[in-house]
């Protein structure tokens, strides 16, 4: 059966709601777990219905303006979080290891290969889970000057327990689930966590093909997909 695991994005100490990760135009998400937008409460009203984890996406982190590490910290205790802060390199993943359960290393925002490699050679790999970030159509990074398939080539050696696979492009939009990207990814299936426009549509879909868990956001916050 096909896992959902609840994402929030949080900016303010709020857990907010966007669309093709345009951050500037966020508002406070509205959801059928709580009656605001307080990330502690909502992740309370999601274990009381099944969750148990939750990917969190700090945005003041990821964009340099602020925290929410101490929220964070809150939520950790309700359901083990699994945190996207915009990790660039080795130090920093040490340091927001006190946060939560499992740390994102993203291709948006990590520094280098080399600096992947010394994470996964010092950290145990139940800590640890790589986001290949997709936007159109090419590896999304700041950093990284590689493409999807020779990033396949660095997975492989690495080897991680697991890999989430977000098209940035999709998110928020409930549009459905772009599944081109995929096939480059096949031999990964198993440990592949899909991510992004997420409907109720795509479930079965990604069920029959072997997907065991997907980020769901806007869709599980407006009701059409139950946990």
Known sequence: MLKIIPVLDLMNNQAVS?????????TPLNTIYAPNS??????????????????????????????NLHTIKAVNRVLPVILDCGIKDFDSFKFYLEFAYKLIIA?????????????????????IVISVDIKDGKLYSKKLDITL????????????NEIILLNISDVGTDNG?????????????????????????????LESIGINKALVGTSLHNGSINL
Do not use: C, M
Request: zero cysteines; a negative charge.
């Open 177 to 205: 689930y772009d599944n081109s990207f995929l096939s480059i990814f096949e031999e990964f299936k198993d440990k592949i966590i899909i991510a992004g426009g997420i409907k109720s549509e795509d479930l079965s879909y």
């Open 149 to 160: 398939e020779d990033f396949k080539d660095v997975l492989i050696d690495l080897n991680p």
């Open 18 to 26: 966007g669309k093709s990760g345009n951050r500037s135009t966020y």
């Open 38 to 67: 307080d990330p502690v409460q909502i992740a309370n009203g999601l274990k009381i219905n099944g969750a148990d984890e939750i990917y969190i996406a700090d945005l003041d982190l990821i964009e340099k303006q602020g925290h």
């Open 107 to 127: 291709t948006e925002t990590i520094e280098s290969i080399s600096e992947i490699e010394n994470i996964f050679n010092t950290f145990p790999k139940d800590r």
